[in-house]
């Protein structure tokens, strides 16, 4: 493709470049003819054709210096405008679109692509940061304002006991979930860094996702929840801590949001080189609304519940960052008041994985 359009650029040029000697030729002929009538002598021969000659050098170096000054104005503008730009972008400004004529193909094209790309990505990430940081102080200074309220009211020496102790027990309610949220957010900065080690080894996954249930086991005994395990003997390479995250949380919310006497379905299944765990709940369930934003930070599919819960909002933020860092999918479908069911796929050996990037 791009060896065809030199081809007809090449093409264009030539013709151009004879059309243009074609038109100088005949412009200095009759400018030649017209100055040796002034003159009132016209020499003959060669030095006639010489004459012609130089005619067609001047109109041709002339045009050429024309069309050099032009080309380099213009390019001295594109310039200009592209520095604007990148001192825009420098200063924080990335609503930045440079408008300029070019083709893809060339290398200047290439750079000017780049430029408006470059500004569209470092808009949304500037929008993301600006997000976050709403986020975060909103998450923050709602159990603050919490925790300094109820303690303004503790210094009434008239108030009853039992009113002071439950105080206290929301000012430790509020403080623990300050401290989730710290936790948290420090942990989900670390797994974004480049530097979060990875410590893959080979061991058996459904005992591992056994014992995650065995720990959960008073939560969900309290609730009178049933429990359907089916998992086989299958082995993974992996790093156990961080997937010890992911079960833990994708299990805490099932059993969280599952009505008494619901049921948890935990299954897993084996393909050529990955497997699958499915976690389906017969809880609450997500709108459409609700499973679009279920992965980002700080939202919260329902407000009440993970607000009497101590929630964060960031845990699934994580454990989909868990999951990307293991090369592997993670996919969720609901419907209200029925069910939830979450799909992780991971590869059997996520060291192989890795070492393909």
Same mark, same amino acid.
């Given at each position: 493709?791009?060896?065809?359009?030199?081809?007809?650029?090449?093409?264009?040029?030539?013709?151009?470049?004879?059309?243009?000697?074609?038109?100088?030729?005949?412009?200095?002929?009759?400018?030649?003819?017209?100055?040796?009538?002034?003159?009132?002598?016209?020499?003959?021969?060669?030095?006639?054709?010489?004459?012609?000659?130089?005619?067609?050098?001047?109109?041709?170096?002339?045009?050429?210096?024309?069309?050099?000054?032009?080309?380099?104005?213009?390019?001295?503008?594109?310039?200009?405008?592209?520095?604007?730009?990148?001192?825009?972008?420098?200063?924080?400004?990335?609503?930045?679109?440079?408008?300029?004529?070019?083709?893809?193909?060339?290398?200047?094209?290439?750079?000017?692509?780049?430029?408006?790309?470059?500004?569209? @990505?470092?808009? /949304? &990430? %500037?929008?993301? !940061?600006?997000?976050? #940081? =709403?986020?975060?102080?909103?998450?923050?200074? *709602?159990?603050?304002?919490?925790?300094?309220?109820?303690?303004?009211?503790?210094?009434?020496?008239?108030?009853?006991?039992?009113?002071?102790?439950?105080?206290? @027990?929301?000012? /430790? &309610? %509020?403080?623990? !979930?300050?401290?989730? #949220? =710290?936790?948290?957010?420090?942990?989900?900065? *670390?797994?974004?860094?480049?530097?979060?080690?990875?410590?893959?080894?080979?061991?058996?996954?459904?005992?591992?996702?056994?014992?995650?249930?065995?720990?959960? @086991?008073?939560?969900?005994?309290?609730?009178?929840?049933?429990?359907?395990?089916?998992?086989?003997?299958?082995?993974?390479?992996?790093?156990?801590?961080?997937?010890?995250?992911?079960?833990?949380?994708?299990?805490?919310?099932?059993?969280?949001?599952?009505?008494?006497?619901?049921?948890?379905?935990?299954?897993?299944?084996?393909?050529?080189?990955?497997?699958?765990?499915?976690?389906?709940?017969?809880?609450?369930?997500?709108?459409?609304?609700?499973?679009?934003?279920?992965?980002?930070?700080?939202?919260?599919?329902?407000?009440?519940?993970?607000?009497?819960?101590?929630?964060?909002?960031?845990?699934?933020?994580?454990?989909?960052?868990?999951?990307?860092?293991?090369?592997?999918?993670?996919?969720?479908?609901?419907?209200?008041?029925?069910?939830?069911?979450?799909?992780?796929?991971?590869?059997?050996?996520?060291?192989?994985?890795?070492?393909?990037?």
């Amino acid at each position: 493709m791009r060896k065809r359009r030199f081809l007809l650029k090449l093409i264009m040029v030539l013709c151009l470049f004879l059309m243009a000697n074609t038109v100088f030729a005949f412009l200095a002929y009759h400018a030649t003819t017209w100055l040796y009538g002034r003159l009132g002598a016209e020499p003959q021969g060669f030095w006639l054709q010489l004459g012609t000659v130089i005619g067609v050098f001047v109109l041709f170096a002339c045009s050429a210096a024309i069309i050099f000054l032009i080309g380099l104005n213009r390019k001295r503008n594109y310039w200009d405008t592209i520095v604007d730009a990148l001192s825009r972008m420098a200063k924080g400004d990335f609503d930045v679109q440079l408008d300029l004529k070019a083709d893809e193909e060339d290398q200047f094209g290439q750079l000017i692509h780049g430029i408006n790309h470059m500004a569209v @990505e470092l808009g /949304e &990430l %500037e929008r993301m !940061r600006q997000e976050f #940081i =709403s986020n975060v102080s909103h998450e923050i200074q *709602s159990p603050l304002t919490s925790i300094n309220g109820f303690a303004k009211a503790l210094k009434n020496i008239n108030m009853p006991e039992e009113k002071r102790r439950h105080y206290l @027990e929301i000012i /430790e &309610l %509020e403080s623990n !979930r300050l401290s989730k #949220i =710290s936790d948290n957010l420090l942990k989900l900065t *670390s797994l974004e860094s480049q530097h979060h080690p990875f410590e893959a080894k080979n061991y058996r996954l459904d005992k591992q996702l056994r014992n995650v249930v065995l720990a959960l @086991e008073p939560n969900w005994i309290m609730k009178q929840l049933d429990f359907d395990l089916q998992l086989d003997n299958i082995s993974i390479t992996a790093d156990e801590d961080l997937l010890n995250q992911v079960w833990m949380n994708l299990l805490t919310n099932s059993i969280k949001f599952t009505p008494d006497c619901g049921t948890i379905t935990l299954s897993m299944t084996q393909q050529l080189d990955t497997i699958t765990v499915i976690i389906q709940d017969t809880g609450i369930g997500l709108s459409e609304e609700q499973l679009i934003h279920i992965f980002e930070r700080f939202y919260k599919a329902d407000q009440s519940r993970t607000a009497t819960n101590g929630g964060s909002g960031l845990g699934l933020a994580i454990v989909k960052k868990i999951i990307e860092m293991h090369h592997g999918t993670i996919a969720v479908k609901s419907k209200l008041a029925e069910f939830t069911t979450f799909i992780i796929t991971l590869p059997i050996d996520s060291t192989q994985t890795r070492a393909n990037d």
